[in-house]
């Protein structure tokens, strides 16, 4: 794929926070938009709050954005014991705390589908939900796609845990500075330089995929499907198949040359595209109202829409 047009950084957030779930604090931050629809983002198998950084400045615009870190991941607190049920509690406690009890929701990856649970568990709390690249049907061959987790190990400085920093499932990288960033952002520093701050124990929820889409039957709200054009997990007739699953349409969009970590391999088309993903869920839900922001070009050059 051609390189890709790097957004600028968002700017700071401008709140941050705790939310005590279950005996962990889970962490949020916001970027500010009194008034607009609010939107959690939810990130993938141990990514963090950060890795929705290059996508933030194609949403602050019109929405009033909030990213979180599950437990067991980023600044959040851990457990003994993580599951895709505990997970998306944290999401609508969130939702609850920061967004007056009501949101649409963005999830990539097993982010998806924890906020599909979400969906499913209240579905007052997620007026829609935005699918990026997550699955949406038990793969047939689980073990083809079965995430490898990451031994534990201490490194000497940030820059040689960067250099080791590998994308999983494994793909060419699209924006190098953009992965260095969110490499740099997944440390913490332990005795003896620094490790990784996913919490290991999250390998028991998620090495597998069996059972991770089992609360899609139960949501109820409108739901749109983001993929990338080459993504290894998720293929072209997504959509239609959650379109079969629940008897209504689904649309869908798909991001040219993208593999599965969108934000890395074309962060202002993904910022764009994603976007465009939103307004579908606004006027699907009937609360449309504000004319879209000029931004990043929407022609079919950016991106595909797959309705």
Known sequence: MAAPIRPAPPPPADDAGRVPVAGADVVWERWARPGAPPVVLVHGTSAHSGWWHPVAPA????????????????????????????????????????????ALVVGHSIGGLVAAGAAARDPGAVRGLVLADSIVSSPRRPAEVAVRPRPVRVYGS???????????????????????????????????????????????VVATPDGLTDDLPGVRCPVVVVRGEHSSLVGPGAAATLARLWGRPVPQHTLPGAHHHLMVDAPAAFGALLRAALVDLEAVAGTASAPVPQGPDLTSDTVQIDH
């Open 59 to 102: 949403l602050t615009g019109r929405y009033e954005v909030v990213a979180l870190d599950l437990s067991g991941h980023g600044d959040s607190g851990r457990r003994a014991r993580y599951s895709m049920a505990g997970w998306a509690a944290e999401v609508l406690a969130v939702v609850r705390a920061v967004c007056g009890g009501r």
């Open 158 to 204: 940030v820059a040689e845990a960067v250099a080791r920093f590998r994308l999983e499932p494994p793909q060419p990288v699209g924006d190098r500075a953009v992965l260095e960033r969110i490499a740099a952002g997944s440390l913490r520093p332990v005795p003896g330089g620094f490790s990784w701050k996913v919490d290991p124990a999250i390998w028991d």
